[in-house]
């Protein structure tokens, strides 16, 4: 196993005698083995630990445990205790989320203050299939269908090539210590589930289902790195500097490399792409992200920049602004009512505002069903001068968000979410009439 972890390392051009690591060690027997590697091989490193304080005792077991190593063996070694249920119910995410961004936020914040040139996270390629299935589960392009990389930015794993296997044989022989998780065994999680229910019976199936899926993985990051190089080239045709001509035929011929353009490139949602692609060339038709707009031509799609567009636009009334972040790099300010979270790839552009008019219904935040929204404002005590006063956010002729008050659960955030749609209202007075942003 060391063998092949510095097989990578040096592959990566990470096996360098003045890089400094910054070991992910929760006590498990995944990241006790990769500590126990790193130990082996001369490279300078440091533990780092989260105490979640989920598991009770185990949480304040587990932190001990590493404390304790940390001192005997003589490691840096930085811990730190999160009130995660606290942040996730003040930020109104999963607890999943929550400790996966509290996590890799405290990560980098060490790293970059004591000079660390890499973290490393003891992923291995069990991971990597559990990962592959719960994407293709809640659906997923061809990034989805990579798996986990080896690197992404200061982030390594060093094990993701190594299977759990390996791992448990290698423990084994050289005797090392580590904790059980007593969540690991529940299946109230999703991962858990397909690891303890799913993947067994497709091993019967395949019993070389871990080698089956990561190349499967390798080839789709062969075609996406092709997909990446043939989208300026062959593809885009350069109208001026801020408009770009799709021709029908790559609609026809290259969907996947249309598709990758518009998500990547001009950052259109993937219901929105798929009506571009779908809608039989309705000339005049209009398509808008949060950065660009599309127009329909008898010949293909014309791509300009919207007018007011930089990262975080508003709208042409000063009403709205609209920010878009991945999951990880997102904060939340739940306690502002003029700002609303949604899973951006559920949303359809153009969004636009309106006001109540009879008959309209909304499932609110936390309803298994729709309500009617002259209901939800007796119910929330707003007057019938007030109700006609308040703007609702509409996607896909959908309310998304009664402004200031509740967002639609079927566009709210989950741990499936990849990216986050930051929507602030600007508080002006309202004009009784349908805008678009």
Same mark, same amino acid.
């Given at each position: ?26 006590? =498990?027997?995944?990241?006790? !083995? ?8 001369? %490279? ?10 989920? &598991? ?14 940390? %001192?005997?063996?003589?490691? !840096? ?25 509290? &996590? ?18 003891? *992923?291995?390629? @069990?991971? $990597?299939?559990?990962?592959? $299935?719960?994407?293709?589960?809640? =659906?997923?392009?061809?990034? =989805? ?11 390594? &794993?060093?094990?993701?090539? /190594? ?20 969540? #690991? ?20 199936? @395949?019993?070389?289902?871990?080698? !089956? ?36 035929? *790559? ?21 929105? %792409? ?64 003029? %700002? ?56 896909? #002729? ?22 986050? /749609?930051?929507?602030?209202? *600007?508080?002006? @007075?309202?004009? #009784? ?5």
């Amino acid at each position: 196993m060391i063998k092949k972890i510095l097989k990578n390392l040096k592959k990566y051009h990470l096996y360098n005698k003045y890089y400094k690591f910054l070991l992910a060690v929760s006590g =498990g027997i995944d990241s006790m !083995t990769m500590l126990h590697c790193f130990s082996s091989m001369k %490279i300078k490193f440091s533990i780092i630990h989260c105490n979640f304080q989920l &598991r009770k005792e185990e949480s304040d077991r587990d932190m001990n445990f590493i404390k304790n190593y940390s %001192i005997k063996n003589n490691i !840096t070694c930085y811990i730190n205790n999160f009130n995660t249920k606290e942040y996730s119910k003040k930020n109104k995410i999963s607890i999943q989320m929550s400790a996966r961004y509290l &996590r890799y936020s405290w990560f980098k914040t060490i790293a970059l203050k004591y000079n660390y040139n890499y973290i490393a996270i003891a *992923h291995h390629n @069990n991971d $990597l299939l559990e990962t592959f $299935l719960i994407n293709i589960i809640r =659906g997923t392009g061809i990034d =989805g269908l990579t798996g986990i990389k080896y690197m992404n930015k200061n982030i390594i &794993r060093p094990m993701i090539y /190594c299977t759990k296997n390996e791992i448990i044989e290698y423990a084994i022989k050289h005797k090392i210590q580590y904790m059980n998780d007593s969540s #690991n065994f529940s299946n109230a999680y999703s991962r858990n589930n397909i690891r303890n229910n799913v993947i067994p019976i497709l091993k019967k199936i @395949n019993p070389s289902l871990e080698n !089956t899926i990561s190349s499967i993985c390798t080839r789709m990051e062969y075609t996406k790195e092709t997909i990446k190089k043939m989208n300026n080239d062959s593809i885009l045709e350069n109208i001026d500097t801020n408009t770009f001509f799709i021709n029908k035929k *790559h609609l026809d011929t290259a969907k996947i490399i249309v598709f990758n353009i518009l998500q990547k490139k001009y950052n259109f949602s993937f219901n929105t %792409i798929i009506d571009i692609i779908e809608n039989n060339y309705q000339s005049g038709k209009k398509f808008l992200s949060s950065t660009h707009n599309i127009i329909i031509d008898r010949k293909g799609i014309l791509i300009s920049k919207n007018i007011n567009s930089y990262k975080s636009y508003t709208d042409f009334n000063q009403l709205f602004s609209i920010k878009i972040n991945k999951i990880d790099e997102s904060i939340y300010d739940n306690k502002n009512k003029n %700002i609303a979270y949604f899973d951006y790839d559920k949303l359809i552009f153009p969004i636009y505002y309106r006001f109540w008019i009879k008959g309209d219904f909304f499932k609110p935040l936390g309803s298994t069903f729709k309500v009617k929204l002259s209901d939800f404002f007796i119910n929330n005590k707003i007057s019938c001068v007030d109700k006609q006063k308040i703007p609702l956010l509409i996607s896909n #002729n959908e309310i998304i968000w009664i402004v200031n008050y509740r967002i639609n659960d079927d566009y709210k955030i989950s741990q499936y979410s990849k990216k986050i /749609c930051m929507v602030k209202y *600007h508080n002006t @007075n309202l004009s #009784n009439s349908i805008n678009t942003i």
